[in-house]
Nanobody
Framework: QVQLVESGGGLVQAGGSLRLSCATS????????MGWFRQAPAKEREFVAA????????NYADSVKGRFSISRDNAKKTVYLQMNSLKPEDTAVYYC??????WGQGTQVTVSS
């Protein structure tokens, strides 16, 4: 069983920054790709970013490229999402995802204009 716990969400003005963290439990972390997804009100959950097992490979949705950065610390079993130049359209619940299909409970990010 793997548990994912997100933190770091909050209310920020447009142009601001937030750093999300996802702490995991269990032994299955370093061997798997980790990702972040988000879901805005009345919209489907969408992919945001992913990071490879070693952290050397990353992938981003076009909407966040150049503004968001995903990273991981395998020793701490934690994945991060640094979000800069935030826009009101980034407002959503952000979810951490484990390649084996586990999800966190989500953390709310609200960007005011």
């Amino acid at each position: 069983q793997v548990q994912l716990v997100e933190s770091g969400g909050g209310l920020v003005q447009a142009g601001g920054s937030l750093r999300l963290s996802c702490a995991t439990s269990g032994r299955t972390f370093s061997g798997y790709t980790m990702g972040w997804f988000r879901q805005a009100p009345a919209k489907e959950r969408e992919f945001v970013a992913a990071v490879s097992r070693s952290g050397g490979g990353t992938n981003y949705a076009d909407s966040v490229k150049g503004r968001f950065s995903i990273s991981r610390d395998n020793a701490k079993k934690t994945v991060y999402l640094q979000m800069n130049s935030l826009k009101p359209e980034d407002t959503a619940v952000y979810y951490c995802n484990h390649q084996r299909g586990y999800w966190g409970q989500g953390t709310q990010v609200t960007v005011s204009s």
